[in-house]
């Protein structure tokens, strides 16, 4: 019989908890068990509270709820119990616990972390970092997915340094919390998707998408026409002077469409291209060298300070020259005399990018909107340089889509410097 009202979340797990410890395969008792735990609106923290109960009763040192983020592929933890603080962050890949969990599908045991672990997989490995810069001795460890409909939407995973070591009954109790995790996961998915109406930004990229791409084949035609106009002899003046004015206007419109397709395709969550580790520092001298020559044309210095080892980091591959381009161009584009800077570091397990320039700068106004979609500085309006407000906007929305910053410091008639910071990616 079903009870008056939701039992708390607490409770839910316990009871499942026991479900597993008993040996009853009871389908039936797990979906209840959820029905009850959705009583709870908060699922991060209902999430908690099963990390906590686990982390209790199986004696553990730490437990770990992943939430799989196919976006940028990687693992972030939602609720953590035990002896981290902060967010975890883990790439999914073959050789990591968590991530070879998400991979396969395979709920494991393993009894002792820093042994050889090809038993299991033979690309396996425990990482010992995080052991060796906080004196920590991980001993044997549970990793269990969370599933929804056969597919994995999370990882639960559980330490232990010098309790009993687990067993495969533990296994079993894990295997079911976890199933009611996935559950938990989708919910919590669901509601998010409703609150922020996420599904509507998206839908919203994708028309707009559909629109602007509409427009790209009427405006590449009547290029194409003033192109073969261009070709025509003994055309009079005043048509000559419009032809040229057509022709710069078709431009711009070419160029502000480009850019309103990728804003559409970012906004929309879709990678522009493949998730790899790439050395950003031999990516951002590709891409200074391509603006040397108008650089050069203006009559303005583009210097570079990279470091001589690479510097790899993770993220979608064209997304990050669209960064780089954007950043770049813009900084040689608003320079009339003077310098372009750009360096790159290592700082504190971040790369650190600066584009600094001497150019026109930004009012202080209209700093705190700069980042807007289709928002332009007043003063680059009143200069005349063309610009359609919509680069910033994009490169903002991939910087932090992987887990990076991105900060401004410009004073107008002085200069402004862009810093990007991204996370060091560690094979």
Known sequence: ????????????????????????????????????????????????EVAGIV????????????????????????????????TIKVPIRPSSLAGYCALSGRAFVVPDAYSDLSGISPELEFDRSWDEINGFHTRDVLCAPAMFKGDVVGVVQVINSKGEPFRDADLLQLTSVARLVGYAIYHARLYDDLASLKRLDQEKAQFMRVLVHELKSPAAAT??????????????ETVTHLHDRVAA??????ELISEILVLAKVKSGEAMSEIVA????????EVCEQYRPQADQKGVRLSL????????????????????SNLI???????????????????????????????IGIPEKDIPHLFKEFFRATNASK??????????????????????????????????????RLPIFEE
């Open 55 to 86: 982390c209790s009763d199986m004696n553990a040192e730490r437990t770990t709820v992943y939430l799989l983020d196919s976006a940028t592929e990687r693992l972030n933890s939602i609720a953590v119990i035990g002896n981290v603080e902060r």
């Open 383 to 420: 200069h005349g340089i063309p610009g359609s407000g919509v680069g910033l906007a994009s490169i903002k929305n991939i910087v932090e889509r992987f887990d990076g910053q991105l900060a401004l410091e410009s004073v107008e008639n002085v200069g402004s410097t862009f810093i990007v």
């Open 305 to 324: 300070d990279l470091p001589a080892e690479p510097l790899n980091i993770r993220i979608d591959v064209k997304g990050c020259n669209l960064v780089l």
């Open 1 to 48: 019989m079903k009870p008056d009202r939701p039992m708390g979340s607490r409770a839910a797990v316990a009871a499942t908890l026991q479900v597993a410890k008993s040996g009853i395969a009871a389908h039936e008792a797990l979906f209840e068990t959820y029905d009850r735990m959705i009583g709870d609106v908060d699922i991060p923290v209902v999430l908690r």
């Open 223 to 236: 290029k194409m026409m003033t192109e073969l106009l261009q070709d025509q002899k003994d055309l009079p």
């Open 249 to 254: 206007r078709m431009d711009e419109m070419l």
């Open 329 to 359: 161009s813009n900084a040689v584009k608003y320079t009339r005399e003077g310098e372009v800077m750009v360096s790159l570091k290592c700082l504190e397990g971040w790369a650190e990018l600066e584009v600094r320039d001497s150019g």
């Open 278 to 285: 790439l050395d950003l520092a031999a990516l951002t001298g």
